[in-house]
């Protein structure tokens, strides 16, 4: 059974940092691109950023570059989104998710991710 389990989630200061990690298990993980997705209220889950199976190409949505950074440990299976002064537009639960295909690179579509973490809340405050 494969499970993605998030944590490293909570409240922080607009201006702050959060870093979350996904650690997954049934899967052979070393095979599948991972990447963050996040839902803001009232809003669509949108991709935040990938990374493909050997952790040497990563890719961001282009509002987030330079302040999120996307890694992986393949031998803990775990991938790691460091988030660095963060905004209230930040607000939002974050989900892991495993792409089963194998590709070169690391897909920013929701519909290429077959397996999904349950989510995890960060909260920015100003």
């Known amino acids: 059974q494969v499970q993605l389990v998030e944590s490293g989630g909570g409240l922080v200061q607009a201006g702050g940092s959060l870093r979350l990690s996904c650690v997954a298990s049934?899967?052979?993980?070393?095979?599948?691109?991972v990447a963050w997705f996040r839902r803001a209220p009232g809003k669509e889950r949108e991709f935040v950023a990938s990374?493909?199976?050997?952790?040497?190409?990563?890719f961001y949505t282009d509002s987030l570059k330079g302040r999120f950074t996307i890694s992986r440990d393949n031998a803990k299976k775990l991938v790691d989104l460091q988030m660095n002064r963060l905004q209230s537009e930040d607000t939002a639960v974050y989900y892991c998710?495993?792409?089963?295909?194998?590709?070169?690179?690391?897909?920013?579509?929701?519909?290429?991710?077959?397996?999904w973490g349950q989510g995890i809340q960060d909260t920015v405050s100003t």
């Open positions: 990374i493909n199976w050997s952790g040497d190409s990563t």
């Open positions: 049934g899967l052979s993980f070393t095979a599948y691109a």
């Open positions: 998710a495993a792409d089963p295909r194998r590709i070169v690179g690391a897909s920013r579509v929701r519909s290429d991710y077959e397996y």
